[in-house]
């Protein structure tokens, strides 16, 4: 008794301090839930579930056999049956009402495939269809089956690099810069994120002065660029354009390539290891393939010597990395494809004799993502497919693609099921194309016209699943698709261009001196517009200014051309362009008159000496000679 008294005292206090305080249940344990039974319920129920499904579904399957026998019209179902499904029934009800969860809808008809449906319930009075399911999953399967249709060319930006073939282009890993090179020796940089509506490139440059770009290439960690121009010498360049490293040049007058230290004619082509980031590769004129390692600049790391099948010495013209960094490529002249295990530099591992034409430019070799297929474009204008695991003959062959330039490219793309690569035209006799290529069997599937020049390179980003194309008039386009593709070119097209801000140039220094005495504080300037009109009123600052002095000058001040006597002697004198070609006949032209009509000399002795009299220049250089001793004495 004295704990329920206890109780209901404890009872009234806290009704009375919870109506003083002004909230109600005050004092009141909250509810605890026991998670771990809660789960344990719901997982027996699951299996009660599931069992009766499949003791239903067992029910109906040899309900279906008994139909298919014959049956008599007069036989009913026994009573023992039906009461059997009247206790299946009533314990059915029985489960569902211990089932923890809002209720499922009612629905129309009751599906055996229903109950091992993973998902949300369905909305009541429908019913799954199973056609439906199907129609999407063929939708999808023939969007995956079909490459064609994850190409990104709906949209298109275009970036005036300049006026000449646009030869190299590069994006770095994450999407965000992209880098053209040119004909015109100049690099510029383009920052998708911060470019607007006008496509300005934020820097341009000329790392290898007058030489023509070839390649460019961003590292596998995007902080550093490789330039491969025309000389000899390859340079990195940082994200910013500063250089970072120059290749040395190796000695010309060493017949043995390996004995230097690094190329002694023009680069070809040149690119970075796909998994060690400070290792890049370069291809010259003089017959070797080179890796060098970004933290020695004196010396290359080794070096590749191409040979045909007599020994000699052969040019590659273009050179790349398999995708696992193991196997190193090179494309040459005498139409062989060479290639190097990575750390065997002497002989090589796979060599075709005959991929292209004798004498071709083989101006690209690609491997595809999974590396087992190379793709070589040559300068005999085909596009050839390789299994590295048996190269004596290609997969796939496609001819006519034309070629005009030594950098004509291919690439794969990032699914792997298509090779693009673009075609070269003459001057007004039609549109460059980026053909897209089935990659078994080298069907054309599709193609985009891009302009009426040629298409030199081209670039399907894995990342941004946009097409950047270089073409031979010094645009850059960019295709894109808002739906398939992202970032990149969509940041800028949204952007709006800037307008230009005029600067408002002051007419005079304005000097803040905020601790200054209020005697000496000048007056704060509001506006420019109304020191101006101030100014304008001043006659000091609005003084108009001195026209030029005309006549002989005063003040100092010279006057026009020809007032002075100094400008008058240049101007008549020193300025005479007559041009006579004996001076003596110059001179003595004046003789004649001056003789016949004296004015400055003969007038001063008219009276004293009318007749001029000359001293005899003989005898007076006999009387001189008389009074000179013997040895000073003139010898004729």
């Known amino acids: ?62 309900e279906e056999s008994s139909v298919s026998r014959p049956v008599s019209h007069t036989e009913k179902p026994s009573t023992s049956t039906s009461r059997k499904q009247e206790a299946d029934s009533s314990s059915s009800s029985d489960s569902d009402s211990d089932v923890i969860g809002p209720p499922l809808p009612p629905q129309k008809e009751d599906d055996d495939d229903d109950d091992d449906f993973v998902g949300p319930p369905l909305p ?68 998708f994120a911060g ?35 025309g000389n000899s010498q390859a340079k990195v360049l940082d994200r910013d354009g500063f250089q970072v490293l120059e290749c040395v040049k190796g000695d010309q007058y060493i017949v043995d390539m390996a004995n230097t230290k690094g190329h002694t004619a023009m680069l070809n082509d040149g690119c970075w290891h796909p998994k060690i980031k400070e290792e890049f590769l370069t291809c010259s004129n003089d017959g070797t393939v080179r ?66 034409a004798p004498g071709s430019d083989t101006s690209c070799l690609a491997f595809s993502y999974d590396g087992v297929t190379l793709a070589s474009r040559g300068g005999d204008d085909t596009l050839k497919t390789w299994d590295i695991r048996s190269f004596r003959k290609p997969l796939s062959v496609v001819s006519g693609l034309t070629s ?56 399907w980003h894995p990342k941004l699943n946009q097409i950047m194309v270089g073409t031979g008039n010094g645009l850059a386009k960019v295709y894109y698709d808002p739906v398939k593709s992202q970032r990149g070119a969509m940041l800028c097209v949204v952007k709006s261009k800037r307008k230009e801000k005029h600067a408002e140039t002051l007419t005079q220094d304005y000097i803040i001196t905020p601790h200054a005495l209020p005697m000496f504080r000048e007056a704060r300037q509001r506006s420019t517009r109304k020191q101006l009109e101030k100014d304008r009123l001043d006659p000091l600052k609005s003084h108009k200014p001195e026209p030029p002095v005309s006549g002989p000058g005063r003040g100092g001040r010279v006057a026009a051309h020809g007032g002075t006597l100094s400008s008058f002697i240049v101007k008549n004198i020193a300025l005479d362009k007559t041009d006579d070609s004996n001076p003596r006949e110059a001179i003595l032209r004046h003789a004649k008159e001056a003789a016949e009509n004296p004015y400055w000399v003969a007038p001063a002795y008219k009276k004293t000496q009318p007749e001029p009299l000359f001293a005899e220049e003989e005898d007076e250089e006999e009387e001189v000679d008389k009074d000179q001793p013997e040895w000073k004495k003139r010898k004729i």
């Open 124 to 191: 009541p009075g429908y019913k799954r269809s199973t056609a439906d399911s199907d129609d999407d999953d063929d939708d999808d399967d023939e969007d995956d089956d079909n490459p064609v249709r994850k190409i990104p060319d709906t949209h298109e930006i275009t970036l005036q690099h300049g006026t000449k073939t646009v030869s190299a282009l590069a994006l770095d890993p994450s999407g965000a810069r992209l880098i053209t090179g040119s004909y015109d020796y100049d690099v510029k940089f383009w920052d």
């Open 1 to 62: 008794m004295a704990d329920h008294s206890s109780d209901a005292g404890d009872s009234s206090n806290d009704g009375d301090i919870s109506s003083v305080m002004g909230f109600s249940g005050f004092g009141k344990k909250a509810r605890t839930f026991d998670l771990e039974a809660m789960f344990e319920q719901t997982r027996r129920t699951a299996i009660e579930r599931s069992q009766r499904a499949l003791e239903e579904r067992q029910k109906q399957e040899v």
């Open 291 to 356: 890796t060098w390692d970004l933290t020695s600049e004196k010396k290359h790391k080794s070096v590749f010597k191409p040979r045909s099948l007599q020994g000699k010495r052969v040019t590659p013209t273009c050179c790349t990395y398999s995708r696992d960094g193991k196997l190193i490529g090179a494309g040459c002249q005498d139409g062989t494809i060479q290639i190097w295990d990575r750390n065997l530099s002497v002989h090589t591992k796979f060599h075709c004799r005959q991929a292209h």
């Open 195 to 229: 470019m607007d509506g006008a496509l300005h490139a934020f820097r341009s440059l000329q790392p290898c002065e007058c030489h023509q770009i070839r390649s460019l290439q961003y590292s596998v960690t995007g902080d550093v660029i490789l330039v491969v121009a």
């Open 404 to 459: 005009f330039f030594p950098m004509t490219d291919c690439c794969f793309s990032p699914d792997d099921k298509l090779l693009v690569t673009g075609t070269s035209v003459r001057k007004d006799e039609g549109n460059g194309k980026l053909l897209f290529f089935e990659r078994q069997s080298l069907q054309k599937v599709y193609e985009i016209e891009v302009a009426d020049t040629s298409v030199v390179r081209c670039l």
